[in-house]
């Protein structure tokens, strides 16, 4: 095994990145792709059931999650060998022409390259200096726990601020019965703003209840309204929507700019431009896409 770690590879372009657009773009490619940190797209972003999805040997009528999109690219790239270190990459360094790769189990790769596609500096050193980062705001996922008004058929409430700006149901992991839904709310905020009790979690809350209630959503059944003389007729009565705050997630949005450099390309893609740009690739990698 200490005799690979002796061993120089060579591939003429390198993609670097565990995001979506940084797969996106190496399958489209055919093009090798390590990095050090996966980043997982969120579970409930979904396309939509109009974006082609026949380019990854898919029905582009069903509705796919980045996340399965995600999970199909690193199956696809992995038999078709152009993930060489398969997501076990710990820190990546660059010099000169050469990436040093530093995997799980102290192992040492060497790769020589032309040039490097870069999508993610996450855990790589070695790239040209920033000269600029932008911040844009947050996205920030606030997750709630529905106890009381859990059964509903709404799926989705929206309103026009970044704060709460929406609201998804979806069914509850906590109980066997699909039909119980606990929910998250999505918000775009500042820096400065979550550090502001007015943003909180605590004030998500409140807000996610005031959204609840216009929706007609009520709490459990509590008996019989007396008020009605008809017991055959008489409507029930209900508690009060309760919920509570179980976890607050923060997606930093950060974009660096870096000198340039003819051994670097740096792509700042969205997920939904990667999209449009992706297409099938050619090869083997394409006979292992309409394979599987």
Known sequence: ???????????DTV??????PALLYAYSNGIPIVFADAVLPFEFDKFSAEEDLKFLGMDSSDTATHLQIWDRLIFLLGLAGLMPLSGLAENIRIKEKRL???????????????????????????????????????RVIDWVNVRSGCNHGVDYLADDDDFVNKVIFYPTKRSDNRKFKD???????????????????????????????????????????????????VPYKYYAVKIETAERVVYPSIKKTYAPDPRFEFRYDTIEESLANAKKPEGYLRKISEAF
Do not use: C
Request: proline share 2%; charged share 30%.
């Open 183 to 233: 929910l998250f709310a999505e918000s775009f905020l500042t820096n400065e703003q979550l550090l502001d009790f007015d943003y909180s979690d605590t004030m998500a809350k409140f807000k996610i209840l005031k959204m609840m209630k216009k929706a007609g959503i009520r709490g459990s059944k509590n008996g019989r309204n007396p008020l009605y003389p008809e017991r055959s007729s």
């Open 15 to 20: 993609v670097i990145g565990g995001n979506l």
């Open 100 to 138: 040093f790769i530093t995997t799980k189990h102290s192992r040492s790769i060497k790769i020589n390259f032309n040039k490097l596609v870069v999508f993610d500096d996450k855990k790589v050193s070695g790239l040209t200096a920033t000269t600029k980062q932008e911040k844009g705001k947050n």
């Open 1 to 11: 095994m200490r005799e690979l770690e002796k061993h120089i590879y060579f591939r």
